[in-house]
Protein backbone atom coordinates (compact mmCIF):
# COMPACT_ATOMS: atom_id res chain seq x y z
CA UNK A 1 0.00 0.00 0.00
CA UNK A 2 0.87 3.33 -1.16
CA UNK A 3 1.53 6.16 1.49
CA UNK A 4 1.70 9.85 1.09
CA UNK A 5 3.61 11.89 4.20
CA UNK A 6 2.65 15.41 4.27
CA UNK A 7 3.10 17.51 6.69
CA UNK A 8 2.91 16.31 10.51
CA UNK A 9 0.94 13.08 10.83
CA UNK A 10 -0.06 12.21 14.54
CA UNK A 11 2.00 9.94 16.51
CA UNK A 12 -0.07 6.90 16.67
CA UNK A 13 0.06 7.34 12.95
CA UNK A 14 3.52 7.74 11.90
CA UNK A 15 5.27 5.84 14.71
CA UNK A 16 8.79 7.07 13.00
CA UNK A 17 7.98 5.30 9.61
CA UNK A 18 10.03 8.20 8.05
CA UNK A 19 13.66 7.03 10.43
CA UNK A 20 15.23 3.84 10.03
CA UNK A 21 14.36 1.70 12.78
CA UNK A 22 17.39 -0.36 12.45
CA UNK A 23 20.05 2.03 14.14
CA UNK A 24 19.42 2.07 18.23
CA UNK A 25 17.08 -0.04 20.11
CA UNK A 26 13.64 1.07 22.53
CA UNK A 27 15.86 2.87 25.07
CA UNK A 28 18.25 4.67 23.23
CA UNK A 29 15.98 5.56 20.39
CA UNK A 30 16.32 9.25 20.28
CA UNK A 31 14.85 10.52 17.49
CA UNK A 32 11.36 12.93 17.57
CA UNK A 33 8.77 12.25 15.57
CA UNK A 34 10.03 14.44 12.74
CA UNK A 35 13.68 13.07 12.70
CA UNK A 36 15.21 15.28 15.10
CA UNK A 37 16.61 14.36 18.40
CA UNK A 38 15.54 15.12 21.22
CA UNK A 39 17.92 16.97 23.35
CA UNK A 40 16.93 16.09 26.87
CA UNK A 41 17.64 12.66 25.79
CA UNK A 42 20.81 12.99 24.66
CA UNK A 43 23.71 10.25 24.10
CA UNK A 44 25.87 10.12 26.92
CA UNK A 45 24.59 11.91 29.47
CA UNK A 46 26.82 11.03 32.43
CA UNK A 47 29.22 13.82 32.88
CA UNK A 48 32.96 12.60 33.47
CA UNK A 49 32.34 8.99 32.93
CA UNK A 50 35.67 6.89 33.70
CA UNK A 51 36.58 4.30 31.30
CA UNK A 52 37.34 1.14 31.99
CA UNK A 53 40.44 -1.45 30.89
CA UNK A 54 39.48 -4.03 28.51
CA UNK A 55 41.24 -6.48 30.68
CA UNK A 56 38.74 -6.77 33.03
CA UNK A 57 35.93 -7.94 30.93
CA UNK A 58 36.08 -11.58 30.21
CA UNK A 59 35.50 -12.55 26.67
CA UNK A 60 34.39 -16.04 25.13
CA UNK A 61 36.89 -17.46 22.13
CA UNK A 62 33.28 -19.20 21.04
CA UNK A 63 30.88 -16.35 21.31
CA UNK A 64 29.81 -15.77 17.57
CA UNK A 65 27.52 -12.60 18.99
CA UNK A 66 29.48 -10.63 21.47
CA UNK A 67 27.63 -7.73 23.50
CA UNK A 68 29.81 -5.23 24.94
CA UNK A 69 27.23 -2.67 25.27
CA UNK A 70 27.59 0.50 28.06
CA UNK A 71 30.84 -1.36 29.91
CA UNK A 72 32.43 1.92 29.62
CA UNK A 73 35.06 1.19 27.56
CA UNK A 74 37.41 3.54 26.24
CA UNK A 75 40.06 1.73 23.78
CA UNK A 76 38.82 -1.16 21.57
CA UNK A 77 42.00 -3.67 22.45
CA UNK A 78 41.82 -7.53 23.47
CA UNK A 79 39.32 -8.88 20.79
CA UNK A 80 42.12 -10.77 18.71
CA UNK A 81 40.40 -14.31 20.74
CA UNK A 82 37.14 -13.48 18.71
CA UNK A 83 37.72 -15.33 15.98
CA UNK A 84 34.46 -16.82 15.58
CA UNK A 85 32.60 -13.57 16.30
CA UNK A 86 29.88 -12.71 13.60
CA UNK A 87 28.19 -9.46 15.38
CA UNK A 88 30.18 -7.15 18.03
CA UNK A 89 27.85 -4.70 19.58
CA UNK A 90 30.54 -1.97 21.19
CA UNK A 91 27.42 0.87 21.81
CA UNK A 92 26.94 3.57 24.66
CA UNK A 93 30.76 3.05 25.20
CA UNK A 94 33.75 5.94 25.26
CA UNK A 95 35.50 4.83 22.47
CA UNK A 96 37.32 7.63 20.54
CA UNK A 97 39.06 5.55 17.84
CA UNK A 98 38.27 2.60 15.60
CA UNK A 99 41.32 0.28 15.96
CA UNK A 100 42.52 -3.11 16.41
CA UNK A 101 40.01 -4.91 14.62
CA UNK A 102 42.37 -6.80 11.87
CA UNK A 103 41.98 -10.16 13.75
CA UNK A 104 37.91 -9.89 13.02
CA UNK A 105 38.04 -11.07 9.37
CA UNK A 106 34.95 -12.93 9.86
CA UNK A 107 32.88 -10.30 11.50
CA UNK A 108 29.57 -9.56 9.30
CA UNK A 109 27.91 -6.46 11.85
CA UNK A 110 29.66 -4.14 13.87
CA UNK A 111 28.02 -1.74 16.10
CA UNK A 112 29.58 1.78 17.59
CA UNK A 113 26.27 3.73 18.38
CA UNK A 114 26.49 6.43 20.59
CA UNK A 115 30.65 6.34 21.21
CA UNK A 116 33.10 9.72 21.04
CA UNK A 117 34.45 8.74 17.75
CA UNK A 118 35.79 11.37 15.28
CA UNK A 119 37.44 9.16 11.74
CA UNK A 120 36.19 6.53 9.72
CA UNK A 121 39.53 4.36 9.71
CA UNK A 122 41.07 0.89 10.35
CA UNK A 123 38.31 -0.80 9.26
CA UNK A 124 40.45 -2.34 5.91
CA UNK A 125 40.50 -6.13 7.20
CA UNK A 126 36.40 -6.18 7.87
CA UNK A 127 36.11 -7.28 4.32
CA UNK A 128 32.99 -9.69 4.79
CA UNK A 129 31.03 -6.96 6.90
CA UNK A 130 27.19 -6.38 5.83
CA UNK A 131 26.52 -4.05 8.25
CA UNK A 132 28.24 -1.43 9.89
CA UNK A 133 26.38 1.19 12.85
CA UNK A 134 28.62 4.78 13.56
CA UNK A 135 25.47 6.38 14.38
CA UNK A 136 25.75 9.46 17.43
CA UNK A 137 29.05 10.13 17.13
CA UNK A 138 31.42 12.97 15.90
CA UNK A 139 32.04 12.18 12.87
CA UNK A 140 32.49 14.85 9.48
CA UNK A 141 33.27 13.17 6.81
CA UNK A 142 32.67 9.61 5.03
CA UNK A 143 35.49 7.72 4.87
CA UNK A 144 37.60 4.82 5.34
CA UNK A 145 35.34 2.41 3.86
CA UNK A 146 36.80 1.56 0.74
CA UNK A 147 37.29 -2.40 1.53
CA UNK A 148 33.75 -2.35 2.76
CA UNK A 149 32.56 -3.83 -0.83
CA UNK A 150 30.02 -6.56 0.51
CA UNK A 151 28.63 -3.99 3.12
CA UNK A 152 24.51 -3.75 3.16
CA UNK A 153 23.37 -1.83 5.89
CA UNK A 154 25.15 1.77 6.98
CA UNK A 155 24.14 4.06 9.65
CA UNK A 156 26.20 7.25 10.33
CA UNK A 157 23.09 8.69 11.80
CA UNK A 158 23.57 12.25 14.35
CA UNK A 159 27.08 12.87 13.12
CA UNK A 160 28.67 16.54 12.07
CA UNK A 161 29.08 14.87 8.35
CA UNK A 162 28.65 18.20 5.71
CA UNK A 163 28.55 15.85 2.33
CA UNK A 164 27.79 12.55 0.84
CA UNK A 165 31.15 10.93 -0.74
CA UNK A 166 33.35 7.40 -0.68
CA UNK A 167 30.78 5.21 -1.41
CA UNK A 168 31.23 4.43 -4.86
CA UNK A 169 32.61 0.68 -3.94
CA UNK A 170 28.94 -0.39 -1.90
CA UNK A 171 27.93 -1.73 -4.61
CA UNK A 172 25.74 -4.16 -2.50
CA UNK A 173 24.28 -1.16 -0.13
CA UNK A 174 20.82 -1.48 0.66
CA UNK A 175 20.17 0.93 3.39
CA UNK A 176 21.97 4.57 3.89
CA UNK A 177 21.35 6.36 7.07
CA UNK A 178 22.54 9.63 6.98
CA UNK A 179 19.75 11.34 9.08
CA UNK A 180 20.33 14.45 11.32
CA UNK A 181 24.05 15.49 9.85
CA UNK A 182 24.48 18.87 8.34
CA UNK A 183 24.34 17.48 4.91
CA UNK A 184 23.14 20.26 2.18
CA UNK A 185 23.51 18.50 -1.04
CA UNK A 186 22.45 15.45 -2.53
CA UNK A 187 25.27 13.82 -4.65
CA UNK A 188 27.38 10.96 -5.45
CA UNK A 189 25.32 8.10 -5.12
CA UNK A 190 24.98 7.24 -8.87
CA UNK A 191 26.73 3.51 -8.28
CA UNK A 192 24.73 2.66 -5.22
CA UNK A 193 22.08 0.75 -7.95
CA UNK A 194 21.31 -1.82 -5.46
CA UNK A 195 19.82 1.01 -2.85
CA UNK A 196 16.57 0.24 -1.44
CA UNK A 197 16.35 2.55 1.37
CA UNK A 198 18.25 6.30 1.71
CA UNK A 199 17.21 7.97 5.38
CA UNK A 200 18.12 12.04 4.92
CA UNK A 201 16.32 13.48 7.43
CA UNK A 202 17.12 16.77 9.56
CA UNK A 203 20.23 17.60 7.25
CA UNK A 204 20.15 21.28 5.48
CA UNK A 205 19.15 19.30 2.03
CA UNK A 206 17.25 22.17 -0.33
CA UNK A 207 16.75 20.45 -3.49
CA UNK A 208 15.95 16.89 -4.25
CA UNK A 209 18.37 16.00 -7.19
CA UNK A 210 21.05 13.32 -8.42
CA UNK A 211 18.66 10.40 -7.53
CA UNK A 212 18.34 9.06 -10.83
CA UNK A 213 20.40 5.87 -10.78
CA UNK A 214 18.87 5.06 -7.51
CA UNK A 215 16.14 2.22 -10.02
CA UNK A 216 15.70 0.48 -6.80
CA UNK A 217 14.77 2.92 -4.33
CA UNK A 218 11.77 2.20 -2.54
CA UNK A 219 11.75 4.45 0.62
CA UNK A 220 13.16 7.85 0.63
CA UNK A 221 13.41 10.12 3.72
CA UNK A 222 14.24 13.37 3.78
CA UNK A 223 11.85 15.64 6.07
CA UNK A 224 12.85 18.46 8.28
CA UNK A 225 15.37 19.82 5.39
CA UNK A 226 14.55 23.32 3.46
CA UNK A 227 12.85 21.58 0.58
CA UNK A 228 10.96 23.92 -1.47
CA UNK A 229 9.78 22.08 -4.97
CA UNK A 230 8.79 18.40 -5.51
CA UNK A 231 11.45 17.45 -8.59
CA UNK A 232 13.55 15.13 -9.97
CA UNK A 233 11.80 11.28 -8.70
CA UNK A 234 10.98 10.52 -12.20
CA UNK A 235 13.18 7.88 -12.55
CA UNK A 236 12.50 5.82 -8.92
CA UNK A 237 10.35 4.03 -10.34
CA UNK A 238 9.45 0.95 -7.53
CA UNK A 239 9.56 3.87 -4.98
CA UNK A 240 7.00 3.19 -2.56
CA UNK A 241 7.35 5.47 0.57
CA UNK A 242 8.21 9.39 0.30
CA UNK A 243 8.99 11.12 3.74
CA UNK A 244 8.66 14.86 2.92
CA UNK A 245 7.22 16.45 6.10
CA UNK A 246 8.27 19.51 7.90
CA UNK A 247 9.66 21.08 4.51
CA UNK A 248 8.42 24.25 2.53
CA UNK A 249 7.16 22.32 -0.30
CA UNK A 250 5.14 24.42 -2.90
CA UNK A 251 5.34 22.71 -5.95
CA UNK A 252 5.52 19.17 -7.42
CA UNK A 253 6.77 18.46 -10.73
CA UNK A 254 8.34 15.46 -12.56
CA UNK A 255 6.11 12.80 -11.34
CA UNK A 256 4.04 11.71 -14.72
CA UNK A 257 5.91 7.94 -14.59
CA UNK A 258 5.98 7.93 -10.65
CA UNK A 259 3.18 5.29 -9.15
CA UNK A 260 4.38 6.23 -5.46
CA UNK A 261 3.67 8.82 -2.76
CA UNK A 262 4.25 12.74 -2.84
CA UNK A 263 3.54 15.63 -1.15
CA UNK A 264 0.93 18.12 -2.75
CA UNK A 265 0.89 22.17 -1.26
CA UNK A 266 -1.97 23.32 -3.57
CA UNK A 267 -5.02 21.52 -4.88
CA UNK A 268 -4.03 22.44 -9.08
CA UNK A 269 -0.86 20.01 -8.23
CA UNK A 270 -3.12 17.02 -7.03
CA UNK A 271 -3.43 16.25 -10.89
CA UNK A 272 -0.04 15.05 -10.76
CA UNK A 273 -0.88 12.02 -8.51
CA UNK A 274 -4.09 10.72 -10.61
CA UNK A 275 -2.33 8.04 -11.61
CA UNK A 276 -1.13 6.52 -9.02
CA UNK A 277 -3.78 4.12 -8.37
CA UNK A 278 -1.95 2.26 -5.39
CA UNK A 279 -2.00 5.36 -3.59
CA UNK A 280 -4.76 4.77 -0.63
CA UNK A 281 -3.20 6.62 2.19
CA UNK A 282 -2.86 10.68 2.05
CA UNK A 283 -1.42 13.03 4.83
CA UNK A 284 -1.71 16.95 4.23
CA UNK A 285 -2.05 18.31 7.74
CA UNK A 286 -0.59 21.60 8.50
CA UNK A 287 -0.56 22.76 4.53
CA UNK A 288 -2.96 25.52 3.35
CA UNK A 289 -5.19 22.70 1.87
CA UNK A 290 -6.32 21.28 5.43
CA UNK A 291 -7.94 24.68 5.94
CA UNK A 292 -10.61 24.40 2.87
CA UNK A 293 -14.02 23.93 4.16
CA UNK A 294 -14.32 20.91 1.59
CA UNK A 295 -11.21 19.62 1.82
CA UNK A 296 -11.80 15.65 2.58
CA UNK A 297 -14.46 15.97 0.05
CA UNK A 298 -12.25 17.60 -2.72
CA UNK A 299 -9.36 14.87 -1.93
CA UNK A 300 -11.63 12.03 -2.38
CA UNK A 301 -12.77 13.37 -5.80
CA UNK A 302 -9.18 14.03 -7.29
CA UNK A 303 -7.96 10.47 -5.79
CA UNK A 304 -10.69 8.20 -5.75
CA UNK A 305 -8.28 5.43 -4.52
CA UNK A 306 -7.76 6.78 -1.43
CA UNK A 307 -8.89 4.96 1.42
CA UNK A 308 -7.81 7.04 4.34
CA UNK A 309 -7.30 10.87 5.01
CA UNK A 310 -4.58 11.73 7.48
CA UNK A 311 -5.90 9.69 10.40
CA UNK A 312 -8.95 8.63 9.49
CA UNK A 313 -10.89 6.14 7.26
CA UNK A 314 -12.75 7.33 4.77
CA UNK A 315 -16.56 6.13 5.26
CA UNK A 316 -18.35 4.48 2.19
Known sequence: MATLSVGEPQEMEVDRRGESEESGDDETKRKSLNGEVDSLQAPSTVPEESPVDMDTITLDPDEEDVDLVHCRI???EGL??????KTISLRQ?????????DSLVSLRELDLYDNQIRKLENLQALTEIEQLDVSFNLLRKIEGLDCLTKIKKLFLLHNKITSIANLDQMTSLQML?????RIRVI???????????LFLGTNKISQLQNLDGLHNLMVLSIQSNRITKLEGLQNLVNLRELYLSHNGIEVIEGLENNMNDNQIDNWADLDELKNAKGLETVYLERNPLQKDPQ????????????RQIDATFIRF
Not at 94 to 100: D, G, V
Request: glycine fraction near 4%; charge should be positive.
Open 177 to 181: ELGSN
Open 74 to 76: GKI
Open 295 to 306: YRRKIMLALPSV
Open 187 to 197: ENLDSLTTLES
Open 80 to 85: EVLRKA
Open 93 to 101: NLIKRIENL
